[in-house]
């Protein structure tokens, strides 16, 4: 009975080490666990959870209506640019074939919408003349010269380009 008394110690301690054992690794589980939820909450200083929450609640709600400001500013911009000159287009040209030089010009400047002016300028042995014709939605109320109409053209097909 003696063999039997000592397998019966000798499996009590295998018992005990694995459970010792078992009861080591769930302690540093343990640890590491705590030492990560205190992490999430904000460190040693944080308080409860609830109070965690609420905080984060208030920083979120606080970015919430700043991005709703920033959008509503955007969009303004949006509007504003549209509006601002966009699209140029200049082109020379020689009214009179007895002066030198491609002296005169048009001149097209167009916003978001291809509207805007046409400015041309004329120039002659006598002088300069400069006229100056509106555009909404890439026409306007006025004929217009074969030069007004290039400048124009040119000044339609431009699109401003990002960065």
């Given at each position: 009975?003696?063999?039997g008394?000592?397998?019966?110690v ?10 010792g ?14 030492k ?6 904000g ?14 609640l208030a920083?979120?709600?606080a970015?919430?209506q700043?991005?709703?400001?920033l959008n ?11 509006l601002?000159s966009?699209k ?8 009179f ?11 097209a400047?167009?916003d978001a919408h291809?509207s ?14 400069v006229?100056?014709k ?19 053209a040119q000044?339609i ?7």
């Open positions: 009975m003696e063999i008394v000592t397998r019966l000798y499996i009590a301690l295998l018992i005990a080490v694995i459970a054992t078992a009861a080591v690794v769930v302690f540093i589980q343990l640890n590491q666990l705590k990560r939820f205190s992490a999430a909450l460190g040693e200083e944080a308080g409860s959870l609830e109070t965690t929450l609420a905080e984060h920083r979120v709600e970015v919430d700043r991005l709703t400001q509503t500013e955007y969009e303004r911009l949006v509007i504003t640019n549209s601002a966009q140029v287009s200049i082109v020379r040209f020689n009214p074939g007895d002066t030198g030089g491609d002296q005169s010009f048009s001149l400047v167009l291809d805007g002016y046409v400015l041309t300028s004329i120039h002659g042995r006598q002088g300069t003349r006229y100056v509106p555009v909404d939605y890439a026409k306007s109320k006025y004929s217009l010269s074969a030069e007004e109409q290039q400048a124009l000044a097909k431009r699109v401003p380009q990002l960065p």
